[in-house]
């Protein structure tokens, strides 16, 4: 791989890699949602870094490219993170739909004694 | 005598919750109106009425509505809670034929338009819909109720309780037959006759039905293994 190509790799992985974790440390991001995309920096570093490790895994595993191989692994990870959007999300809805109801139980009881 | 409780979710409603409220007043019931975040004048109708009603700040499906209802009759101790809608589909004088069905040791009771096959019978797309239903809940659960989308029902106070803490919020009726019978609750049927809705179009039309068919089948294929291994 060209030295100048793998150089411009590097330091994009490690621009996502500060810009994932400068959100951290002004808690714009929780630490919980930031894991998978520092799974994600880091293991793009690790691949710019050392681009034999993609050769050894992807002949390893019978990819025609080893471009190939790094599309896989980037877009596996993804998807975990939609997927846990997802769960995020529907774990969200659970919480709205109770708080909406307990708020508006007791807005109606309040109501109620107000009348008597 | 037990306390009965009528639950009325009403998501734009303004022209029928009157007459819906009024048809329950000759009957010795209380009754509580959702008023599941509507667009309309639905709240106002109620203020000026002065009907006993809860309001949801917005539109959160029937589900959430309908169960904010039982939560309700289980803060409130009830005995039994029913089901109506608000929209004059549902006729008041079976409401009680399904108090008395209660009251045998049924734990729900729902109300079928097709036991007897009188009056409004749905739309035709509708109809395929709630065969299909029917097909799924003989696959998965061994039976099935001759209605299953009906939204008329009643159910005692251990369904009361139950219903308090899981509700299904999509297309609730479907589900909440498939994973009661599953529990173990003692589920029956009566015949009633239903009205053609009055105004409004119905919740579920068009490109939606083929929508909720899909959803309705995985969400009663999901529901089949979450409850299936409580048993």
Known sequence: ?116 | MEKVLIIIPAYNEEKNIKKTIDSLKKLDVDYVVINDGSSDNTLSVLKKMDANYINLPFNMGIGCAVQTGYKYAYLNDYDIAIQYDGDGQHNSNYIKDLVNKINEGHDMVIGSRYLEKKGFQSSFMRRVGIKWIKIINKILIGKTTTDPTSGFRACNKKVIKFFAENYPYDYPESETYVITSLIGFDIVDIPVVMNERKEGKSSISGIKSAYFMIKVTISLIFNRVIYGRRK
Do not use: D, H
């Open chain 1, 1 to 116: 791989m060209a030295l100048n190509l793998r150089l411009f790799l590097i330091i994009a992985s490690i621009v996502l890699f500060l810009i994932v974790s400068y959100n951290v440390v002004k808690n714009k991001l929780l630490v919980k949602y930031s894991l998978l995309w520092i799974l994600l920096s880091l293991i793009l570093i690790l691949l710019s870094t050392f681009p034999k490790l993609s050769f050894i895994f992807s002949n390893f595993l019978g990819f025609e490219k080893t471009s190939n191989f790094i599309f896989l692994v980037i877009m596996a990870i993804i998807i975990l993170i939609c997927l846990s959007y997802s769960i995020t999300l529907s774990n969200m809805n659970k919480k709205l739909i109770k708080i909406v109801q307990a708020m508006a139980i007791e807005e109606k009881e309040s109501r109620s004694k107000n009348e008597n």
